[in-house]
């Protein structure tokens, strides 16, 4: 827009010439030179330049408002940091501001205080007040490397910081989970009648969502993986053993009895063209793999549609994502980058047990932590699974199978190391949200709100809907997160949504309270009292007592139980290295289903408990791997 506002400016002033269909005119060498000792004006001028970097003006600053000796520590100073932009924005603004007020304020302490107290109190016109705390105590920092390296008096008192904001709760932009309802407005597209009904439809909303988006993936990748499966069997129908051994990959054609060299095998009028090309593919992976130049055939070219059948790629993998983070909720940037293992200590690794649960460490760059998952499935082989049957453990040991070769040929460990048309390479997150856009497009006709739909949305929308679900379980919701309970009710679970729920819970309690109250002899005038009817009091004290909402030892003692269901059934597992060896193989092989998740259910406790506790369960599986096989029954 700029840009043509400038060229309509000079063409007035005679620096160049256009024509009606908007193309410039070329001048020639002695035209050009003469047009070049021209001025151009300083409006045309400024809007053809660009802004300058954040770095060169902070230099400009530095050599504006301080000495060389403070421009050079600072410089130092803020090379040293992490991330230099967080410490040079403070800087930037308020030098020029102490400046402005004294050219030699380094020499007047009275002055940096004055005006660090009145740049701190300016912040939070421009900024909120937990980014106001952070810059201003960067600018703290800086100030205080300059006294501690005697170029500021000594004397010089800093002030000291703003209060840090009570709440930290992230109100972003727009609708954070896959869902018509605003969670933050509180406006759907048709009214509720009351807060347990808004609760309801957004819990259904929800779930209809994620179960279309996860159906939906769980078909591509069941679809995806069947192709890679047939590679063998394609490349057995092929004509590879007639084309291969030829100097120049062409097959030998006999029309009329007459021999000659020179059809393609890889021509499309020919059957078994896709077939060849695979098997081409295939003998030249390791080109493929770093984006070599195929041999120079004719029709011989590398395709999307061939990819699948050799390995893992990025509309898989983004398939296999949206599964694994609905069910372990695990962060999408940790996800991106995960490893199959990354030194001798295992901070991170992807490792199949022999029940066949995936452990998944990963990590997450921004906590400076490792964050731990287990996706618990079943020995079954995954080319018999259904897609409806497709969960987190299937999808990383299909990834950890597609990727095998190309992963021992290029000697990387990424897992989702992926085949595009620039070779194997790990795509960035920005490809992976294309690839899920585009298997979003399947489910959008019959779920409107997957357009703005991400992974970190998948993640919010699931614990959220753990935490309606559950009746505000914030446990149970930081468990799927992987998070504290402070980090999941700030920065996950909305303010509106948790008063929601704690509303319904009081009006509850109060209903208990209101009919505790009433004389049950006397229905008929606290019926009257409501100004409701008889029979609709006693459905509602019916229903109090069937309220999942409520709970807790009163509620309990008066709730009605049948006989015989008292005494709450509890299973004790004795731990032994003898024991647990039983669990391991019952819980192969046995029949009783029941006895076989109670067992599983003691091996995973087990296998988080103490070091003496996972000592016992490795002497206890390599008792089992030892023991013959007769009797291992």
Known sequence: MQLDVALGQA???????????????IYSEEEYFNYRKTLIPHEIKRKLSTSPRAGDVFLNVLKKCCTKEIAQRLVEHISSKKNPKHHRLPLSEFLPQIHSSSEHWYNNPDLIRGELSAF???LLDKYQRNTAYGLFQNLKNSFRVLIEHNLLPNETELPGNMKRGVATQRIRANNPIISKIDIYTNLPRRPHKNSHDFLDNLQKDISKNLSGLVSSAQKVVHGEYEKFLKKDEIINL????????????LLKDNPGGKKRNGVSPFNPIRPLYFENTIAALDFYFDRLLVNTPLPKVPYLKKKPEHLPYLGLTSKTASA?????????????YSLYRVKINSDNRGKEYVQVTNEGTVRLRALKPRARKIQTKEAYGSLDELNRLAPHEIDAAACLRMALEMTAKIRKILSRNE??????????TLPTPEAFQYQF??????ARLSHPSLPDATLKKIRTSKAILLYISSRG?????????????KTTLDRYIPPQLTELIYRVKIRSFQNMLLILASDADNEKSIAKALGISSERLENMAEALFNNPDMGGVLFDSMSKKEKGTEDEKKVYFKVSEKNIAIALKYAKKGKDDELKEKCQTAIAKISEGSILFKQMLRKAHIAIQEEPKGEQK
Request: aromatic letters at 4%.
């Open 473 to 485: 379980d914030v446990l149970k919701t930081a468990s799927y997160l992987g998070n504290s309970v």
């Open 415 to 424: 897992l989702w190391l992926c085949l595009t048309k620039d070779g194997a």
């Open 437 to 442: 856009n585009k298997i979003c497009v399947e």
């Open 120 to 122: 701190r109190d300016s």
């Open 11 to 25: 063409s007035k002033l005679g620096l160049i010439k256009t024509t009606d269909s908007l193309k410039i005119k």
């Open 238 to 249: 092929s004509e590879c053993r007639e084309f291969l051994p030829h100097p120049h990959h």
């Open 320 to 332: 296999m994502q949206i599964i694994i983070t609905e069910e372990l909720g695990i962060n999408p």
